[in-house]
């Protein structure tokens, strides 16, 4: 992953910088982190990741690019979609007013299109 190289690279750059002023403690440290890195780069779920990330990569270049859909295609889509959504139905208060009794709100909440 370009996280962990990125985080090995700078930790590498700090252990130099505190080598050169002789700064054994944070040398200590710094090489401490190295090595969880390392494992962590061999770790199975970090490599499972990669493959994942190569196989997606893969199949966005054959799929090539996303092409938004067009509205012709939207509205056929959302036609095609079985039941209808809560606002487009004609008890939908009803809806509002069992939603906030199941949720506990039921003299709390008010619904902007009940006004104020």
């Known amino acids: 992953m370009a996280t962990l190289e990125a985080i090995r ?7 130099a ?8 403690e944070i040398v200590r440290e710094l090489d401490e ?3 969880k ?10 490599r499972e ?11 966005d270049a054959e799929l ?13 889509l959302a036609d095609s979609r079985p039941g209808k959504l809560p606002w487009k139905k004609a008890d939908a208060n009803d809806h509002q007013t069992e939603w ?6 039921a003299k709390y909440a008010r619904f902007p299109s009940e006004g104020v």
């Open 49 to 59: 990741l990669r493959a994942s990330s190569r196989l997606h990569a893969q199949l």
């Open 37 to 46: 890195i390392e494992r962590l780069q061999d770790d199975v779920g970090i």
């Open 100 to 105: 906030r009794t199941v949720c506990g709100f």
């Open 9 to 15: 690279e700078r930790v590498l750059r700090a252990r």
């Open 64 to 76: 090539g690019p996303l092409v938004p859909l067009t509205n012709d295609e939207m509205r056929i």
């Open 33 to 35: 982190a190295l090595a």
């Open 17 to 24: 910088h505190a080598a050169v002023r002789h700064e054994d």
